[in-house]
């Protein structure tokens, strides 16, 4: 009688998964320390204690491994946004519920947060199509909402969306950076305060 074949698969799945892990821990510390342009395929193995060959069985290049992070960042961003949200009907809460999603995803995500909205222009088209993605969800979201009758459609949806979003990034980028810069429940009023009412509230 023959032995029933024993297979390693399950082993080797779970430890290329491990190894990819890996790398993408060592490409996020060593981007935010040097910057993208600052660091090589060869560097995020090392740090992540595997041959250089191996990166290469796991990302085409380093740009590849960091819209990696990105992505995985920016989905759980708008999963937190959403369930921010989803249990509020009325727009005032939803939109303090929503900056305060915002805010601390930033603290939590400090590094990213600078590596992504860094100068660095290898970073620039990953940061470029995060921000197109953000504004297509709002405007896609306030259309619905005019369809719907709960917002007037006086202000165009695409133009709202893009004035928002360059609102959000330019704001976390400049808190992440240093948050000595403002008290974390300063900016959450702030931004809530904006969308609310304007740059001038309580003038007519």
Excluded: C
């Excluded at 400090?110 to 470029?128: M, V």
């Excluded at 921000?131 to 969800?137: E, I, V």
Aim: hydrophobic letters at 45%.
């Amino acid at each position: 009688m023959t032995a029933p074949e024993i297979t390693h698969e399950p082993l080797r799945r779970t430890r290329r998964a491990q190894t990819r892990d890996r790398l993408l821990d060592a490409g996020q510390s060593l981007f935010a320390e040097r910057g993208i342009h600052g660091v090589t395929s060869h560097d995020i193995a090392k740090r992540a204690g595997v041959a250089a060959g191996t990166f290469y069985l796991h990302f085409k290049d380093k740009a590849e491994l960091f819209r990696e992070i990105a992505d995985v960042a920016v989905a759980e961003l708008r999963r937190r946004l959403q369930q921010a949200t989803a249990a509020h009907t009325d727009i005032a809460l939803g939109v303090r519920a929503h900056a305060t999603a915002l805010v601390g995803f930033a603290e939590e995500h400090r590094d990213l947060i600078r590596i992504l909205f860094s100068h660095d222009s290898e970073a620039a088209q990953i940061e470029s199509d995060v921000l197109d993605q953000l504004a297509h969800n709002i405007e896609v979201a306030r259309h619905r909402r005019i369809e719907s009758g709960l917002m007037p459609a006086e202000l165009d949806p695409a133009v709202l969306a893009q004035a928002l979003v360059g609102m959000w990034a330019r704001v976390v980028a400049w808190w992440a950076e240093d948050p000595a810069r403002a008290e974390r429940d300063h900016v959450i009023e702030t931004l809530v305060r904006i969308q609310l009412s304007g740059t001038h509230p309580g003038r007519d």
